[in-house]
């Protein structure tokens, strides 16, 4: 490459930055990187630091999950507040004395489906992404007919929060939608985390996980539908985890317009 400050149209590395927002073909000014890209490094490093850190507004993701027509309860980890959250990720894992009595007093279920929105490592992921996701799935769920427990707004939580809460609720599967980790390109991704016969205990190969959810990543609709067809085959198979296999593909690729048809009760997109 060049050391021309600004890459053009003849340079190859040029063309392939217009396609990935990963950091390829940042030019340099002697031995080092230009100015912009230093300061869109520090930007970026910045904005994944505030994700993590950044609170959640349980009340204001509360109200948009209700605006869509769910039940919703408040629930928090064991972790006390965030700088114990981060250094202690077990807490995180576990259901705080409060928590736990608050389930135990519902006395709901069985139920299909348990839905736990959780903070994670990216707070602005949920904030910015979990509502619209919801509302991606909500047809999904109605179409299957599933049961579906209150969806749970966990603060300082893990994702393994989610088999405690699913037990709980006595949920054949948990669904645990979370801020993923933030990247120095990707501070707003949301990952969900499938666990069927959620118990304390569960081992991540037990789980599978769509990842990347967000506006620049996997869409809403796409998620939906691919988390319908899981959800399909684990209540039909008795699985998920590395024995469940996403093949929802060949549905994918059969249906007209993806981003707008949902899979039917098979996992198949409508005729």
């Known amino acids: 490459m060049s050391d021309d400050h600004t890459a053009t149209d003849t340079d190859p590395w040029a063309r392939l930055a217009r396609l990935t927002p990963a950091r390829i073909g940042l030019g340099r000014v002697g031995s080092g990187l230009p100015t912009r890209e230093v300061l869109r490094f520090g930007l970026a490093h910045a904005q994944a630091r505030d994700a993590v850190h950044t609170p959640l ?3 204001t993701v509360r109200a948009g999950i209700a605006a869509l027509g769910f039940d919703t309860l408040a629930l928090a980890s064991a972790a006390p507040d965030r700088a114990t959250y981060l250094r202690r990720p077990d807490l995180g894992r576990a259901l705080g004395d409060e928590a736990q ?3 135990a007093a519902r006395g709901d279920g069985p139920v299909d489906l348990a839905l736990v ?7 602005r992921a949920v904030h910015e992404g979990a509502a619209g996701f919801l509302a991606a799935f909500q047809p999904h769920i109605a179409r299957a007919g599933w049961r579906l ?5 966990a603060t300082q939580a893990r994702v393994a ?3 405690g809460i699913g037990a709980a609720l006595k949920a054949r599967a948990v669904v645990v939608i979370i801020g993923e980790r933030p990247g120095l390109s990707s501070p707003d991704s949301l990952g969900l985390y499938l666990t069927f016969g959620p118990r304390v205990g569960r081992s991540d190969a037990e789980r599978n996980c769509i990842s990347n959810v967000r506006p620049a990543g996997l869409s809403h609709e796409l998620a ?3 988390l319908d067809w899981l959800l399909t085959q684990a209540f039909a198979l008795g699985i998920s985890g590395v024995s469940l296999k996403d093949g929802s593909g060949p549905a994918l690729e059969a249906a007209p317009d993806p981003t707008k048809l949902g899979p039917g009760p098979t996992g198949q997109p409508p005729a």
């Open 101 to 103: 009595a608050a389930l």
């Open 57 to 59: 507004d349980g009340e």
């Open 117 to 123: 929105v959780a903070d994670g490592l990216s707070a």
């Open 161 to 163: 929060l989610g088999d």
């Open 149 to 153: 427990a209150p969806v749970v707004v």
């Open 224 to 226: 939906a539908f691919k």
